[in-house]
């Protein structure tokens, strides 16, 4: 990549390589800028300070080979300044590696820490891996979850391979599995097809069903039935936001712990219980790896909050 060093006092512009082709604009200037917040970031592209090839652009606009990012003047002093990670967060990251090879990492995500920083969080799973292994000048998030989700979130070691990751989730061609739990579930296998809208209430994002929105598809099956609730995978055809919350909430069977979707019964149920969190397990990832062409199936262990919840959801008459 073409560049000149991000100043405070001059225009800069930076040429788009192939190790950056397809990166979203905000991605690439949250690299660029560090240490300069997010909002500030965003606050550029709006007003149309940043531009590519002399034209406007968006926050989500792809960049190609080739392109000519135009950076404003503005400080970015404190981008040497690297953000602090604490050694009980660094450990916890190191146990929750689950696979590695040399192009990707697969990380057991802990419930409550976000993916990336933003919405008032300083530090994400992605910033802190940066700061962690600095030698590591490509890590990129392919996928995201909830801040509240545990499970199964894939880093990709190389642009290149971020791509090619991304072109099998655009295809269908890597499957995720999800276990929740829920109250209402009927049956033992059901699909909702119901497509989702993103709106904002506020300054809070929702998502509910409607005709407007984009189709969305998740399969269903009844894992266990206890007494009081139901453990259920959950297999994603596409991947909208909050997909699965929203669609258990439309098929009558909210998630236990969904503040934003749930309901009160089943806040109920986790106090009596003793625990708290959102009841999302990013449980497995099946795809063929994009080098070896061997099929990769990996799997996240439950946190000891999700296991203490199943053990007295068994014991409850």
């Known amino acids: 990549m073409s560049e000149d060093t991000p100043a405070a006092n001059r225009v800069t512009f930076v040429t788009i390589d192939e190790g950056r082709h397809g990166q979203r604009l905000d991605n690439f200037l949250f690299t660029h800028l560090k240490g300069v917040p997010k909002s500030r970031v965003y606050r550029i592209i709006r007003s149309g300070e940043v531009r590519v090839n ?12 080739g392109d000519v990012v135009r950076v404003p003047p503005i400080r970015t002093s404190d981008s040497t300044a690297p ?31 976000a993916v990336h920083g933003g919405s008032g969080v300083s530090l994400g799973l ?3 891996l940066r700061v962690m292994f600095p030698q590591e000048r490509e890590l990129e998030l392919v996928h995201r979850l909830d801040r509240d989700t545990s499970g199964l979130i894939m880093v990709a070691r190389r642009r290149s391979f971020l791509r090619k990751l991304q072109r099998l989730m655009q295809g269908g061609q890597i499957e995720k599995r999800y276990w929740l739990l829920c109250q209402g579930f009927k049956g033992k296998e059901r699909t909702l097809d119901a497509p989702l809208l993103k709106m904002m209430n506020g300054n809070e994002r929702i998502v509910r069903v409607s005709r407007e929105g984009k189709p969305s598809v998740t399969h269903f099956r009844l894992l266990e039935r206890f007494a009081q609730a139901q453990l259920v995978e959950a297999t994603l055809e596409t991947g909208r936001t909050h997909q699965i919350r929203v669609h258990s909430q439309f098929g009558g069977f909210a998630l236990l712990g969904d503040s934003k979707y749930g309901i009160a019964k089943g806040e109920a149920l986790l106090a009596e219980i003793g625990r708290r969190r959102l009841c999302l397990h990013a449980r497995t990832l099946v795809f063929v790896h994009p080098n070896t062409g061997k099929r990769l199936t990996v799997t996240a262990p439950l946190d000891d909050d999700y296991e203490a919840i199943l053990t007295a959801l068994r014991s409850k008459p």
Not at 54 to 65: D, H, I
Not at 96 to 103: G, P, S, T
């Open 54 to 65: 002399k034209g406007r652009a968006k926050q989500t606009t792809r960049l190609c080979t």
């Open 83 to 113: 953000a602090a990670v604490s050694e009980g967060l660094a450990e916890r990251l190191r146990r929750a590696c689950v696979y590695e090879d040399d192009q990707l990492f697969v990380f057991n995500k802990p419930a409550g820490l």
């Open 126 to 128: 992605i910033e802190a």
